[in-house]
C-alpha cells in the first residue's frame, strides 16, 4: 500500500513539500474509528512508547520503594529538553534508588534547550549521561533493576530482566508477541521493538482507559497518566510541542517518538492513536496528531479551540515575515483550523 499525503508545507502560494504518512486510531476492543494508509505496518515507536517502558517500574512497586514523586514518573516518560530541572529531577531518581550517574547507558548528548545548552558552554563543561533526553526513562529502568534484585550492568540488553519486564508489558497492551517482532537499537540503547500502527494504538487505548488490564496494571497506568497530566513539563520542556498540548488540553496524553511517530491516549473516551509520517518530519506529524484529536467528537470547545490552534502551523522566516504554512490536507481532518502564529520557524 501506498501511504496518502496528509501534510502539506506550502510557500508563495504553492505546495513546496507533501508529507505521507498513516495513522490509526482505535478503542480499547480494537476497533479501528479512523484510519488511513497501511496501518498494519511494523514500525519503531522509539520514544513515543516510554510511558508503556514506565508501567513495570510503577507496577512492581519500584517507585514507591524508592519515593518517586509524580514529577518523577513524568520524568520517566520524557523526552526532555535538558533544562535544570530536568537533570535535578533524574540525580534525584538515580540517588533515591541507590543508583549512580556511572550506571547510566544511555550514552551523553548537549541539552536541546538553548540556555541549558548555554550554560554548559559557559560553564566549559561537557553533557553527561544526564543532560540525555532519555535519562529520566534510566534513571526508572535503574530503579527497576534494583527492585528485581538484578545486576544494573547490561539493563540496556534485550535479554536483561528490566527489558524482559517491558516486552512483556507491550506484548500484552499492544496483544503483539515481543520475542517475534523485529528488534532494532533506539538512539538511547534500549531495544526498540517494530509494532503496527493498528497495535499501537489499541496499547495506547487500553493504556488510557484501563479496559481490560489488571487491577495493579490498570492502577499504575492511571498513576503515569495522572502525573503527566499534572506535571507536563517534564516530560518535553519550554515551547516544546508535547509539553504546550498537554498543558493546554490536559485530557490529552500525547508522546512524540523519533522518526515521525506520535502516539496518544485519549483516557475519557477509550481511545489510542498512533501516526507515523513515512519521512520521519516532526513538523509534519505534529500538525496530524493535533488534527486527528480535534476530529474526535469527545472535547469541550475549549479543547477543541485549543487543538485547532495546534493543527496549523505558520512558517516564519528569520525576520518575522509569514512566509508558509504546514496544514493538514485530509478534508475529513481539517475541521476549521485555527492558525498558530511563530510557532515554527524556517529560512
Request: glycine share 8%.
Amino acid at each position: 500500500m501506498v501511504n496518502p499525503v496528509l501534510v502539506e508545507v506550502s510557500r508563495g502560494g504553492i505546495v513546496e513539500s507533501r508529507h505521507t504518512g498513516a495513522f490509526a486510531v482505535v478503542d480499547s476492543s480494537g476497533k479501528i474509528l479512523s484510519a488511513r494508509g497501511d496501518i498494519d505496518l511494523a514500525i519503531f515507536p522509539r520514544s513515543a512508547i516510554k510511558a508503556f517502558q514506565c508501567l513495570p517500574v510503577v507496577e512492581s512497586g519500584a517507585a514507591d520503594e524508592y519515593g518517586f514523586s509524580d514529577a518523577e514518573i513524568a520524568l520517566a516518560c520524557a523526552s526532555h529538553s535538558g533544562e535544570a530541572e530536568h537533570v535535578r529531577l533524574a540525580r534525584s531518581m538515580l540517588a533515591k534508588a541507590g543508583n549512580r550517574e556511572d550506571d547510566y547507558e544511555c550514552g551523553a548528548h548537549w541539552p536541546q534547550a538553548t540556555e541549558a545548552f548555554h550554560h554548559l558552554i559557559r560553564a566549559g563543561a561537557q553533557p553527561s549521561p544526564v543532560h540525555n533526553n532519555c535519562s529520566g526513562k534510566h534513571a526508572a529502568m535503574l530503579a527497576l533493576a534494583r527492585k528485581l534484585g538484578v545486576d544494573t550492568r547490561g539493563y540496556t540488553s534485550r535479554e536483561h530482566p528490566v527489558q524482559r519486564a517491558i516486552a512483556r508489558t507491550i506484548s500484552a497492551l499492544c496483544d503483539v508477541d515481543a520475542d517475534a517482532l523485529a528488534c532494532g537499537i533506539d538512539g538511547c540503547s534500549v531495544p526498540t521493538w517494530a509494532i503496527p500502527l493498528r497495535k499501537l494504538a489499541l496499547g495506547f487505548a487500553r493504556f488510557g482507559s484501563g479496559d481490560g488490564l489488571p487491577e495493579a496494571r490498570r492502577k499504575a497506568a492511571a498513576r503515569i497518566t495522572g502525573a503527566v497530566r499534572d506535571f507536563p513539563f517534564m516530560v518535553a520542556g519550554t515551547d516544546r510541542y508535547c509539553t504546550k498540548l498537554m498543558q493546554m488540553v490536559p485530557r490529552a496524553f500525547v508522546k512524540t517518538g523519533a522518526e515521525g511517530v506520535f502516539c496518544s491516549a485519549v483516557s475519557h473516551a477509550g481511545l489510542g492513536i498512533a501516526l507515523k509520517c513515512d519521512d520521519g518530519a516532526n513538523r509534519a506529524s505534529e500538525v496530524l496528531m493535533a488534527a486527528i484529536l480535534a476530529g474526535l467528537p469527545v472535547w469541550s470547545e475549549l479543547e477543541y479551540d485549543a487543538l485547532r490552534f495546534f493543527s496549523h502551523a505558520d512558517l516564519w522566516n528569520w525576520r518575522k515575515l509569514r512566509v508558509g504554512e504546514i496544514r493538514v490536507v485530509d478534508m475529513e481532518l481539517q475541521g476549521k483550523g485555527a492558525h498558530a502564529p511563530e510557532s515554527i520557524s524556517s529560512i
